[in-house]
């Protein structure tokens, strides 16, 4: 059947991510959109045709990223579970955290973030901070239902993103081993849900 005009090839979207993640990488921001598409196995121009420059690619890989992320706050019920959702949002939290590839692109990300300071504003804007504006819309939905009793819901989502990254970041940032192991890390999800929710208990 052939494809309707503007219609989005979601396969082809999905091997150019795939391919972004991959070569930007191992290649870092500089990596020309041609070696992105050999590596998706499409034309230079099909990669255009999706993602109209690296900015833009770079904003769409960060909110693939995102939507994984702050699933667990979107599901049904999630408003009825908070300490539930809140632990399952830290647990893909932290999976990206000590996931290599997804680091990898971060750090080269940041070593160019000098001369493509366009680029870094994407990625700031679509990634970490779309989640965390996410995570607030989250809470202030608790706290308008009576569940939480959140005054600033921008800090108080800073805060829990502060209590479950800690040094993990830092560590897969340096290349460092992960010093948890993966049930660990639910533990310490779990803590953190619970904490916070007991610190904006109404």
């Known amino acids: 059947m052939p494809r309707v005009p503007g219609q989005i090839d979601v396969a082809k979207s999905e091997a150019i991510l795939d391919a972004a993640v991959e070569v930007i990488g191992e290649r870092g921001l500089a990596a020309p959109m041609a070696a992105i598409a050999r590596h998706a196995g499409v034309s230079k121009q ?3 045709n999706h993602y109209g420059s690296k900015a833009e690619l770079m904003r769409a890989l960060m909110q693939r990223r995102v939507e994984s992320i702050t699933a667990s706050l979107r599901e049904p019920g999630a408003a009825d579970n908070p300490t539930e959702a809140l632990e399952a949002y830290a647990r893909s939290v932290l999976e990206t955290v000590i ?13 160019g973030s000098g001369e ?4 870094a504003l994407e990625v ?3 990634g970490p901070l779309n989640a965390r504006r996410q995570l607030a819309a989250f809470l202030e ?25 800690g040094h993990s970041q830092l560590r897969s940032l340096l290349r460092l081993p992960s010093d948890k192991t993966q049930e660990q890390f639910g533990r310490l999800a779990r803590e953190a849900a619970e904490r916070f929710m007991r610190a904006y208990a109404p």
Not at 99 to 111: D, E, F, H, N
Not at 151 to 163: H, I, K, L, R, Y
């Open 46 to 48: 099909t990669v255009y």
């Open 99 to 111: 996931t290599t590839k997804s680091y990898s692109m971060m750090r080269v990300i940041i070593l």
């Open 124 to 126: 700031f804007e679509a």
């Open 116 to 119: 493509m300071p366009d680029i």
């Open 141 to 165: 939905t608790e706290t308008r239902l009576g569940r939480m009793k959140v005054e600033d819901f921008d800090q108080a989502a800073e805060f829990f993103s502060g209590m479950v990254m």
